[in-house]
């Protein structure tokens, strides 16, 4: 019985001292068992370097074991376990089941226990309870020692679900965090290790379990060799939290302290000195970073460094990508394997992605050392989901995303089909599981014949219940159960019913002939593990009432517990992984990418259930559990010694200065210190371009993304920018590559394209149009925003998909509808706006509502108690306007006369006719919300008012861009009308927008009703031009004084018009407008008849026609693109528009 210890930095020698000590163990043929004592991460690799150490007739003579396979061989030899082992999986559910179940009994985490990973926090804190011997009874023993109600009662909530645990667990099963727990009770029993000389290598500590198990191995084996990262033996003394070495210092001390105990001899320990030490023996700058990186005062090495280096990179992606050249360039030139590659990290969820993107384009060979989660897996997805359906009523979104899994038998254009016609008409709950056929006739935007429509809707129901029936009879199959073991057999013959384990079997020998290996793998493993987690529900509580919801809660708490590992596929490949989970020595050449601020190091830990506080208090009342975020900082810096140490041959440290989103990273603390150390260190950075030969040929490496520089670069020469002549040789070398030909020559006819539109012939863009030219005004205003545009949804008519909900437009047609409803009532009974009766006319609004709601003009408002409230607001927004279009009409002379005055054939107007320079007419349509009309001096004055459920300003720069006509074109069309049809001489009085609105008014403590309804005139001013005539402006407003509440004029002092502060127009300058508005839609007519369908949207300081587009992916406008450039409309002030206006005219003899 003795203890050896082996001792040495970084790179000494200790795992190979211990491979040499077992072969001359071997030689020297000593008859007592040979023990190679491993993490389990390390085992694959300790068995490889052990084979190459010994021959293939002495390997067998050893046994490479971790504590869990030393568990396992004792189990088998000495008896005694019989329950099976369960799993994080198991844990989880039954922990999800022992919450539910005295949720009510919980005083602390009553809350907290419904929160996501909330079961996964507990089942850590359970294992770490496990691993550091402390069980229920201990905790609760202890309860009295602990001070502060808080701390307490979390003990207490903890101690009563790990007994329960504990409790539920062992009626069938064992925890594998009990294995070592169980090991150290069977080692007394067993033979194999009696007499052993045993090495332990790889550690740099043990946990309270662990050491339990070596106590005992010391007492049994002839003798345990342990090897030490370290500088030096610490020999009992205090450790030093800020010394590199602590960790392996403090395992030193405990491991003293059991042969202490137990009276166990400490043998003469095996120093390692090296210099150089053996791994960095090729290396002086390796040699010099692992004896300098945490020593105080280091010593600075002032030669050039080419083993380590360092990259500044624009963003990760550019990381990445030097990355991929480098590793390419260091295989090319120095012969390097991709074995002896590996890239880490400290992000590599942030990484993984990137570098399995660019590492493909560059053909590198790597595997991703990571567990990969199963959630998003079609086989959970389609469970989950098909459970989600029923225990949400279905949803939208749980039935399509149990029908998109791939695994139904439903494809893709039935699916599209179905999920269309779902989306058109808000199908969900009972109408899926309603016997009675689907006859909603809103399938799409496009109209449809009968006899089309009939035999589509035949077929979205064929597919209706071919997706619905096996849901349909699972959910029959559930309602007669309630035990967690009849859920699991019912959820089994629904997975075998829509034939679940033939379709997967198919689909596993398609990933293998396609070479899909890790995908073959997945799937196999996928479909174990549900077997798995159905067999252990109905183990552990099978016999347990529970509910639909319930079942659903735990198998997705089940599920989200399981990682699958995936084998590599080839040996020569580069190891990617995270900086924890770096395995071997022998690597050559380490790349570390994002050594940043906050990923490596990594930053503190969340405290967890316990704190930091709790948890030194509870250490200090004898409970010793895993150390607090501080101490772990501490031990974070022999994590980085040991990463920075692991290469033989060369090291590179990459850091990015901006993430994928563009925010600022700071390069790591790590990177200045280095640069302190490595006074000449090689430093790149892709931030500055340099030009020359040296520079590109860093470009130059692997086919396909060398090929596409070349593409760039060539892209330069032909826009006259001058190209290094290495790209011509690299052209040549394509060029006569028959795998590239084809594609180099296409993309080089790509460089003579632009993303413009041709015009279309005459004959053809008039047959989509129609002739002669039948247009609303809106859609003249349309084309001056986007030509192309205009061509896609009035052309083409491409439309949106159809959705089942309330848009702005629907919900501005229906109050526009119930307005024009309430002014006809209004006429019929003879009542006045100014005098009507409030009360009277806000029931009349809600009749009107209720009556469009009964005859379902606007169905989507019956749907939900969420149109219900939105149903409620309209009622207010609307009599909120009735009201102030009231105190409008009280406060002028102006009457109501015409409402919803409509321009079209069979209107209360013709269509607007206009000759073109053709001589062809056109006709516009368009209505009117509401025409005022006074009678004054032997004129008719119109006002024009415009409702709108949203804010509109009326600018004249945006009349001269023909982005706002309406209003105009209508006041002169009124004003034609009356005069030759009446021969009435009409003058314009004002055009105006009117927001509906009820607005919010705030501090309203310390207001009167009448400073309230006078804020809100205020707040709902309207918009637009008025006459500039002061007469006409008192017959709107008779009570303005200075600024009017309810028109956009300030009037001065002596009664006239402040120009400056009012949006008015003179008598001649609204007769110029029209000339104006007439001229610009025949110019915009003409070019629309002309075929110009050109990509031109306009942009304007405060956004352009792009900013709500739909059809973006059809015209693919950008302006980086030859040939796309905004139509840049500046904002003028109203002079210069004036200015521009008559000039125009002029110039056309208008």
Request: aromatic share 10%; hydrophobic share 35%.
């Amino acid at each position: 019985m003795s203890l050896r210890f082996i001792y040495g930095r970084a790179g000494s020698g200790k795992s190979q001292y211990c491979l040499n000590s077992i072969k001359n163990r071997i030689e020297e043929d000593i008859d007592r068992p040979l023990i190679l004592l491993v993490p389990e991460q390390f085992s694959f690799q300790a068995e490889k370097n052990l084979i190459e150490v010994l021959d293939e007739k002495t390997g067998f003579k050893t046994q490479v074991l971790s504590f869990k396979r030393m568990a396992y061989r004792v189990f088998n030899e000495v008896g005694g376990i019989t329950a099976k082992h369960m799993n994080e999986s198991g844990k989880s559910m039954l922990l999800y089941n022992i919450i539910e179940d005295n949720k009510n009994n919980l005083k602390v985490f009553k809350k907290a226990a419904k929160r996501q990973g909330f079961i996964t926090t507990i089942s850590d804190i359970i294992t770490e309870f496990k691993r550091y011997n402390i069980t229920p009874e201990i905790i609760l023993n202890n309860l009295e020692n602990i001070e502060g109600d808080n701390l307490k009662y979390k003990m207490e909530d903890l101690a009563l679900i790990f007994s329960q645990f504990e409790t539920r667990l062992h009626k069938n099963y064992i925890d594998n965090e009990d294995d070592l727990t169980i090991l150290v009770e069977k080692l007394n029993k067993s033979k194999q290790f009696d007499n052993a000389e045993i090495w332990i290598d790889e550690f740099s500590s043990f946990s309270p379990q662990e050491y339990s198990v070596l106590e005992k191995l010391l007492l049994k084996s002839y003798r345990i060799n342990i090897t030490l990262c370290t500088d030096y033996l610490n020999q009992g003394r205090f450790v030093d939290t800020t010394d590199v070495f602590s960790p392996i210092k403090n395992t030193e001390n405990k491991l003293l302290q059991i042969i202490e105990d137990n009276n166990i001899k400490l043998d003469k320990p095996i120093a390692l000195k090296c210099d150089p030490c053996a791994r960095f023996k090729n290396s002086a700058e390796l040699q010099h970073l692992e004896k300098n990186m945490f020593s105080f005062p280091y010593k600075e090495y002032k030669n050039e460094t080419k083993d380590i280096c360092m990259l500044k990179t624009l963003n990760q992606f550019t990381e990445i990508e030097n990355t991929a050249k480098d590793i390419i360039k260091l295989c090319i030139d120095k012969g390097c394997r991709f074995k002896d590659i590996a890239v880490i990290t400290g992000d590599l969820e942030g990484y993984e992605n990137i570098i399995s993107s660019v590492f493909l384009q560059y053909n590198i060979p790597f595997f991703i050392d990571k567990k990969r989660e199963i959630n998003n897996n079609p086989i959970i997805v389609l469970i989950l989901s098909a459970l989600e359906v029923l225990s949400k009523n279905w949803t939208y979104e749980s039935v399509f995303r149990y029908l998109k899994t791939g695994l139904l038998d439903i494809n893709n254009e039935e699916m599209d089909i179905l999920e269309n016609y779902v989306l058109a008409n808000g199908i969900k709950g009972y109408q899926w599981t309603n016997d009675k056929p689907w006859e909603h006739k809103s399938f799409s935007n496009y109209e449809l014949e009968d006899q089309a429509l009939k035999e589509l809707l035949a077929k979205i129901n064929d597919i209706r219940y071919k997706a619905m029936e096996p849901i349909v009879t699972l959910n029959k199959n559930f309602k007669s159960i309630d035990k967690a073991k009849e859920f699991c057999e019912v959820l089994y013959e629904f997975l075998c019913n829509i034939n679940l384990p033939d379709k997967i079997q198919n689909m596993i020998e398609d990933f293998k002939v396609e070479g899909e290996i890790e995908k073959a793998s997945e799937y196999n493993q996928i479909w174990n593990i549900v077997m798995e987690v159905l067999d252990q529900i109905v183990e552990v509580i099978g016999e347990e009432k529970i509910s639909l919801k319930e079942f659903f809660k735990i198998l997705q708490t089940g599920f989200s517990e399981y990682e699958i590992g995936l084998i590599p596929p080839t040996l020569d490949q580069v190891m990617v992984g995270s900086i924890t989970r770096l395995r071997s020595h022998n690597i050559n050449t380490l790349y570390i990418v994002g050594v940043n601020d906050g990923i490596f190091p990594s930053p503190l830990k969340e405290e967890g259930i316990l704190s930091d506080d709790d948890r030194e208090f509870l250490g200090d009342k004898g409970l010793e559990i895993a150390k607090d975020t501080k101490s772990i900082a501490f031990e974070e810096q022999f994590l980085v010694y040991s990463t920075l140490t692991t290469p033989s041959k060369y090291l590179r440290l990459s850091y990015p200065i901006a993430d994928g989103e563009g925010k600022t990273l700071r390069p790591s603390i790590i990177i200045s210190r280095i640069k302190k150390i490595f006074a000449n260190i090689c430093e790149e950075n892709d931030i500055v371009k340099l030009n020359g030969e040296e520079e590109e040929l860093k470009n130059i490496s692997s086919a396909k993304p060398t090929f596409n520089y070349l593409i760039s670069n060539l892209r330069k020469d032909v826009e006259g920018v001058k190209i290094d002549n290495i790209w011509g040789d690299t052209y040549k070398w394509y060029l006569e590559n028959e795998f590239w030909i084809e594609k180099l020559n296409r993309l080089i006819k790509g460089f003579d394209y632009t993303n413009q539109s041709k015009y279309i012939e005459t004959k053809k863009i008039r047959n989509l149009y129609g002739k002669p030219l039948k247009i609303s005004v809106s859609r003249v205003e349309k084309f001056s925003q986007c030509p192309f545009a205009y061509f896609v949804q009035y052309g083409l008519k491409a439309k949106d998909r159809k959705i089942f909900n309330l848009s702005y437009p629907d919900l501005g047609i229906f109050m526009h509808s119930i307005l024009e409803k309430f002014s006809h009532e209004l006429e019929k009974k003879g009542l006045e706006w100014g005098t009507m009766d409030l009360n009277w006319a806000e029931e009349e609004i809600d009749k009107l509502i209720n009556e469009e709601l009964d005859n379902k003009s606007l169905d989507i408002l019956n749907s939900s108690k969420r149109y219900e409230y939105v149903t409620k607001s309209v009622k207010k927004i609307l009599k909120r306007s009735i009201w102030l279009i009231g105190e409008h009409i009280k406060r002028g002379n102006f009457k109501p006369s015409y409402y919803e005055l409509s321009f079209d054939i069979d209107g209360d107007y013709p269509p607007i006719a206009m000759e073109l320079h053709s001589g062809e007419v056109i006709n516009l349509i368009g209505r009117v919300d509401r025409v005022d009309l006074l009678q004054k001096d032997g004129a008719t004055y119109l006002k024009i008012i415009d409702y709108k459920s949203g804010i509109k300003e009326f600018k004249l720069s945006d009349v001269y861009y023909g982005l706002q006509l309406q209003l105009l074109i209508y006041l002169d069309a009124i004003l034609t009308e009356l005069a030759e049809r009446s021969g009435i001489n009409g003058e314009p009085g004002a055009l105006l927008y009117l927001k509906l609105d009820d607005p919010i008014v705030k501090n309203t403590v310390d207001m009167s009703d009448e400073e309230i309804e006078k804020s809100i005139i205020k707040n709902l001013k309207m918009k637009g031009l008025i006459l500039n005539d002061p007469n006409v402006i008192r017959d709107m407003d008779n009570i303005i004084s200075g600024i009017s509440d309810i028109i956009p004029v300030m009037v001065k002092k002596d009664g006239g018009v402040s120009e400056g502060r009012s949006s008015v127009a003179t008598k001649e300058e609204f007769e110029t407008l029209r000339k104006y508005v007439r001229y610009t839609i025949i110019e915009i007519c003409e070019e629309m008849l002309e075929g110009n369908i050109e990509i031109k949207p306009y942009k304007k300081k405060d956004g352009s026609s792009c900013d709500y587009c739909i059809y973006s992916s059809v015209c693919k406008f950008d302006t980086n693109i030859r040939g796309n450039k905004y139509n840049i409309l500046i904002d003028k002030k109203d002079e210069e528009v004036w200015d521009a206006i008559k000039k125009k005219l002029e110039y056309k003899n208008i």
